[in-house]
T-cell receptor, first 113, second 112 residues
């Protein structure tokens, strides 16, 4: 079956702009989690959605938001971009209510200039 | 709050030598621990989880609750084991939800 897909794969934005990233989970998976990956901080949890509801949120400012649609596809939005938001954003999906095994997408590389 | 520590950023071993990637955790509840691996130009993927107690690609990991550790071991390293390894802890975060917390990762380099 098809894996997790993320679009776009690469993105360049300038400070102050906003950006929307998209994630399509594996068919049948209802949970989608988002992570920010940077060389300094590693993988940091952003938020998780299950059945269109945000169940959990990491320690990120309110500029980071997300949503999930009825088909389980998810988007995350970052407003008022800062240079420090440059990172690889990973999406992961899992089948059930407890995210035992997460399947990761290839990521979206965001560069803020 | 939960925490996962991987003390080594980089570990270099010779082919055929034993490998041990260290992972320590801090969590007040009952831990569920995992090792994820990312090979060059590939996605992050699950390697193994402690509750299954299985060996994947020759790797094993034992949960030691007394030492709060979940070290990843392999008796004989292969060149194809070179990758980035992440230890992760699944912790209950309230209201029926769980959160996966990752360590910062250890890059394993196997020298031919």
């Amino acid at each position: 079956k098809a894996g997790v897909t993320q679009t776009p794969r690469y993105l360049i934005k300038t400070r102050g702009q906003q950006v929307t990233l998209s994630c399509s989970p594996i068919s049948g998976h209802r949970s989608v989690s988002w992570y920010q990956q940077t060389p300094g901080q590693g993988l940091q949890f952003l938020f998780e959605y299950f059945s269109e509801t945000q169940r959990n949120k990491g320690n990120f400012p309110g500029r980071f938001s997300g949503r999930q649609f009825s088909n389980s596809r998810s988007e995350m939005n970052v407003s008022t971009l800062e240079l420090g938001d440059s990172a690889l954003y990973l999406c992961a999906s899992s089948r059930g209510q407890v995210s035992y095994e997460q399947y990761f997408g290839p990521g979206t590389r965001l560069t803020v200039t | 709050a939960q925490r996962v520590t991987q003390p080594e950023k980089l570990l270099s071993v010779f082919k055929g030598a034993p490998v041990e990637l260290k992972c320590n955790y801090s969590y007040s509840g009952s831990p569920e621990l995992f090792w994820y691996v990312q090979y060059s130009r590939q996605r992050l993927q699950l390697l193994l989880r402690h509750i299954s107690r299985e060996s994947i690609k020759g790797f094993t990991a034992d949960l030691n609750k007394g030492e709060t550790s979940f070290h990843l071991k392999k008796p004989f390293a292969q060149e194809e084991d070179s990758a980035m390894y992440y230890c992760a802890l699944l912790a209950y975060s309230g209201a029926g939800s769980y959160q996966l917390t990752f360590g910062k990762g250890t890059k394993l380099s196997v020298i031919p």
